[in-house]
């Protein structure tokens, strides 16, 4: 059974380094045919895609937020990360990890159950 | 700001067939696949549709996916009570090269 879990601090300071990690339980994060992918939302707010990253090391990311983005694949860990830097008040949201298949068209078919993040001084 | 747009809210009565659209541009939904989640509050979205107009395993034949030119719809037929919850259509857009979610709808049933 696929599991992913999101993990890391739920605040954080303005100006500082965001910084989560998704572990995955389930399926191995080197195997082909799947990407990995963070998405966040702001309170009442819409979903956002932040980026994502295919087993191969290939790399997207939200062009709004590429100069601050990095997402990261830890094989041995079976988890993934994503760094957000220089976090503002508009970077407080809920964010997901969600892998997507290849066998869906790369729809992301499983998510964690989210993390709150709050930049805040 | 998202590049696809939905309406803020759909509703209907049980039984009933409920519409949402999703407009957006050439470089999007009119040259790549459209995707369909659903989210309760406080909980993560859930895949329905992908690939335009494909159901995964579970999602019930009453909920259905459509997609015309740079415009696509999600249907829900026979509407249930369970059915009100939040949905939003995604796309990868070839001039972001990245995915694009759309605003969002707030299903209702009355």
């Known amino acids: 059974q696929v599991q992913l879990q999101e993990s890391g601090p739920g605040l954080v300071k303005p100006s500082q380094t965001l910084s989560l990690t998704c572990t995955v339980t389930g399926v191995s994060i080197s195997s082909a045919g799947y990407l990995w992918s963070w998405v966040r939302q702001p309170a009442g707010k819409g979903l956002e895609w932040i980026g994502r990253?295919?087993?191969?090391?290939?790399?997207n990311y939200n062009p709004s937020l590429k100069s601050r983005v990095t997402i990261s694949l830890d094989a041995s860990k079976n988890k993934f990360s994503l760094k957000l830097s220089s976090v503002t008040a508009a970077d407080t949201a809920v964010y997901y990890c969600?892998?997507?298949?290849?066998?869906?068209?790369?729809?992301?078919?499983?998510w964690g159950q989210g993390a709150l993040v709050t930049v805040s001084s | 700001q998202s590049v696809l747009t939905q309406p803020p809210s759909a509703s209907g009565t049980p039984g009933q067939r409920v519409t949402i659209s999703c407009s957006g541009s050439s470089s999007n939904i009119g040259s790549n696949y459209v995707y369909w989640y659903q989210q309760f509050p406080g909980t993560a979205p859930k895949l329905l549709i992908y690939?335009?107009?494909q159901r995964p395993s579970g999602v019930p034949d009453r909920i259905s996916g459509s997609k015309s030119g740079t415009s696509a719809s999600l249907a829900i037929s026979g509407l249930r009570s369970e059915d009100e919850a939040d949905y939003y259509c995604?796309?990868?857009?070839?001039?972001?090269?990245?995915?694009?979610f759309g605003t969002g709808t707030k299903v209702t049933v009355l």
């Open positions: 995604a796309a990868w857009d070839d001039s972001l090269r990245g995915n694009v």
């Open positions: 690939k335009s107009n």
């Open positions: 990253m295919f087993n191969t090391g290939i790399t």
């Open positions: 969600a892998r997507g298949d290849e066998s869906s068209g790369w729809g992301l078919a499983y």
